[in-house]
């Protein structure tokens, strides 16, 4: 029996029909650090797609208790200072098992700002401390409105807690966003990959 909405058969026998748009992920670049100052997306971010996702895969910073953070710029601009408004909250847990909680990362946050907006929570330099996660971009190249973002990272903190980061916010800009740049609050990422993907 098959799933029907306004006369239009989505899903019949447990296969998505073939006329129903199903979205595609399309690589588009993928850079891997090795004790990187910053790593830059400079090309790729285009008004061929509506939104855009960066994965982190294994991000160890080389100095201990540092947060990845981003910024982003418009055309050739290097300055990557773009006015931002954004928001982030945490819930975490020790090793121990006997601190934990959910926090509002009010020093995290900006409003109006033109800082590199952090997007993780006191990476450790162990070598087995690491944080992966994603960051999404929507309607980078809208003349417009402003541009929002979301991220997510789970990750292994400085202190021995167990973190799920999230921040959102937007850029206060009409003009389109075309260069991305990720960098710790300190010394360098030492390792993991960042990949860019736009999404149809």
Do not use: W
Not at 19 to 48: C, E, P, Q, V, Y
Not at 118 to 133: A, E, F, K, P, Y
């Amino acid at each position: 029996m098959g799933v029907i909405s306004n006369g239009t058969t989505l899903l019949d026998a447990g296969a998505i029909d073939s006329g129903i748009a199903t979205g595609a992920m399309t690589l588009i670049s993928s850079i891997t650090a090795s004790n990187s100052s910053t790593i830059d997306f400079t090309s790729g971010i285009t008004s061929t797609y509506k939104e855009y996702l960066f994965t982190f895969n294994n991000i160890h910073c080389n100095t201990n208790d540092k947060d990845l953070t981003f910024q982003t710029d418009t055309g050739t601009n290097t300055n990557y200072n773009i006015t931002c408004t954004s928001t982030g909250f945490r819930p975490y847990v020790n090793e121990a098992g006997n601190s934990s909680g959910v926090s509002y990362l009010s020093g995290q946050d900006q409003e109006q700002g033109t800082g590199f907006q952090q997007i993780t929570q006191r990476l450790g330099s162990d070598n087995d401390q690491v944080g992966s996660g994603h960051l999404r971009i929507y309607d980078p190249s809208n003349t417009t409105f402003v541009k929002h973002f979301i991220s997510r990272f789970s990750i292994y903190e400085a202190g021995d807690f167990a973190e799920d980061d999230f921040f959102s916010g937007f850029f206060d800009t009409t003009t389109a966003l075309t260069r991305f740049r990720f960098k710790m609050t300190s010394g360098a990422i030492g390792s993991g990959t960042i990949k860019l993907y736009g999404i149809s």
